[in-house]
């Protein structure tokens, strides 16, 4: 599938269009980015095992029923998608507390919660995606009651088939952040609800099971060092590191900062 104009640049993909108005080509770039691009670098290797982990994890959903809008990846940054209407929402899944919930409501680092917590957050950057409630969402149309229910559903199952994933491999599955969206089903005729964008170490904060050492972006926004060996570790307990043959044309491991403003 060739690859069009280009769509649409975010911080961390850029969207191509093809010949067939239903189907975009996602690439995945190195840059990794945190508080609102306040802190910007490239990784070099991030966008290569994001892809993979993302393919894999979305293929897995997909095989125990969720709907994505992953087709396949097509190379080592780039996957064939459904074209999808993006939900302007972040939906986040808190299973254990830390990030901005332990910032916002004081809530002790490491809580384990009862069960798990639903977030929305307004897909906004010049707002930095502030928090908002469901009345929110259907106050200001971002998606109707049965949308919301649909995607509270498809989430909560995400986080359950999630969860056992990542337990399997010695992995806690602390939180993590998701998108859907709308594509045309030719078969039914109907717009159908997807998982979109991606589940990778970026938006996921995966823990080691055994001694919580973070396997995620928080080393990153935190400054742990050893971004990219910690993502290599998750594809790696996955049992999909990225193919060999191709892995000279990559520069794995470096972190090339490009700016950090303070706020
Ligand atoms: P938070 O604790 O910073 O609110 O993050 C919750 C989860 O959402 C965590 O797994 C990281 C993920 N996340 C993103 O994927 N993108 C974002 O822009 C933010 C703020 C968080």
Request: proline share 3%.
């Amino acid at each position: 599938m060739n690859k069009g104009n280009k769509l649409y640049e975010g911080k961390a993909k850029i969207i191509y269009e093809t010949k067939d108005k239903n189907l975009v080509i996602q690439h995945f770039k190195d840059d990794a980015t945190a508080f609102n691009n306040l802190k910007k670098a490239k990784v070099e290797g991030k966008g290569v095992l994001n892809n993979r982990i993302s393919e894999y994890i979305l293929s897995s959903l997909s095989e125990c029923g969720i709907k994505t809008h992953l087709i396949k990846r097509i190379n080592m940054r780039e996957q064939l998608i459904k074209k999808a209407e993006i939900f302007p929402i972040e939906f986040i899944v808190r299973n254990i507390a830390t990030g901005s919930l332990t910032k916002r409501l004081g809530i002790p680092e490491g809580t384990n919660l009862e069960k798990p917590l639903l977030e929305y957050c307004y897909k906004k950057d010049e707002l930095n995606d502030p928090l908002i409630s469901r009345e929110h969402i259907l106050s200001f149309g971002w998606a109707n009651e049965k949308e919301i229910e649909v995607i509270d559903k498809m989430t909560l199952r995400i986080n359950d088939l999630l969860t056992g994933m990542f337990r399997a491999i010695g992995i806690k599955l602390v939180d993590f952040k998701i998108e859907y969206g709308k594509t045309w089903n030719k078969d039914t005729e109907k717009k159908e609800i997807v998982l979109a964008d991606e589940i990778s170490p970026d938006t996921c904060r995966l823990w080691d099971s055994k001694t919580e050492k973070k396997l995620d972006k928080d080393r990153f926004r935190k400054d742990l060092g050893n971004i990219i060996q910690a993502y290599q570790e998750v594809a790696r307990r996955l049992g999909i590191m990225p193919e060999e043959t191709n892995i000279s044309e990559v520069n794995f491991g470096k972190t090339i900062p490009i700016k950090f403003k303070k706020k």
